[in-house]
């Protein structure tokens, strides 16, 4: 790709990558999906995202020191979502903008995000969402839309700091006490409810009333998102009222717009 003009007045600096395309069907971007690189170091992680043949790239990297590189336009489909879902949605690439932060993740030690870096995210989020009109209730984790495959940005991504500046859908997580929960191989009505209540919100479950692995990464991923105290997959009484939490303050027509794209 030939070099353009970036869209974000904050980004410090335009690497093309040359993977990329168009979006499906006409598709407009109204979500952003937060990642991190999982890489060891910068140079390799840009690199993987911007080499023709990798086939991975993201239309912005924002790294430690709160630079911002766009690699691809944001009217463009960027290959970083994968196999992904949310609220009914599969191609998720075609609606989304995708934004890498460079951490090496929980394969590489997993440090904490420097405040500068996350201060950055904050700003090129917000950007992104007043030109893209896109909702609160739609910036997501990789882990959201890919639960089996994915825990990016994972539990030390502070979503409460950028929801207090008006980036994502958070509530205060409700305390862990000591409680009856629902686990691995629960089979109930009460399981069902579970599993539905988290479709409404968009994760990809099955209602099947039957607690399997599917679900419980469907658990895991929600946890590491909206209640990053203890992520162990276990639906406790502090990760339902917090997911119920959640879907109360919803705008309505969001749930409403999620039901129906799953039912087509």
């Not at 600096?13 to 168009?22: F, K």
């Not at 409680?179 to 479950?205: C, F, P, T």
């Not at 998102?225 to 959640?246: C, K, N, Q, Y």
Request: some cysteine; overall charge negative.
């Amino acid at each position: 790709m030939k070099t353009f003009t970036p869209d974000s007045s904050i980004a410090s600096d335009v690497i093309p990558s040359a993977n990329y395309g168009d979006r499906n069907k006409g598709r407009q971007a109204d979500m952003i999906v937060l990642h991190y690189t999982g890489m060891p170091d910068v140079e390799g992680a840009i690199a993987q995202l911007c080499t023709a043949g990798t086939e991975v790239s993201a239309h912005y990297i924002v790294l430690e020191d709160g630079r911002i590189v766009q690699c691809v336009p944001e009217s463009k489909r960027a290959w970083h979502a994968g196999v992904s879902c949310w609220a009914g949605e599969e191609d998720i690439n075609s609606c989304s903008i995708g934004v890498e932060i460079i951490n090496r993740g929980h394969d590489w030690g997993y440090p904490d995000f420097p405040l500068r870096q996350i201060a950055a995210v904050i700003a090129l989020c917000r950007g992104i969402m007043l030109r893209r009109n896109v909702p609160a209730h739609r910036v997501l984790a990789h882990s959201d839309v890919a639960p089996a495959r994915k825990k990016d940005p994972g539990e030390k991504f502070p979503w409460h700091s950028l929801a207090n500046s008006g980036v994502g859908h958070w509530v205060q997580p409700a305390p862990i006490v000591r409680s009856e929960a629902l686990k691995l191989g629960s089979i109930s009505d009460d399981v069902a409810g579970l599993q539905a209540a988290l479709a409404r919100y968009g994760y990809n479950v099955p209602t099947s009333g039957k607690f399997d692995g599917a679900t419980m990464e469907v658990v895991t991923a929600f946890q590491r998102h909206f209640r990053p105290e203890r992520v162990d997959g276990i639906a406790d009484h502090s990760t339902m009222t917090t997911l119920h939490a959640l879907l109360s303050s919803l705008p309505a027509d969001a749930t409403q717009a999620a039901t129906t794209v799953a039912v087509k």
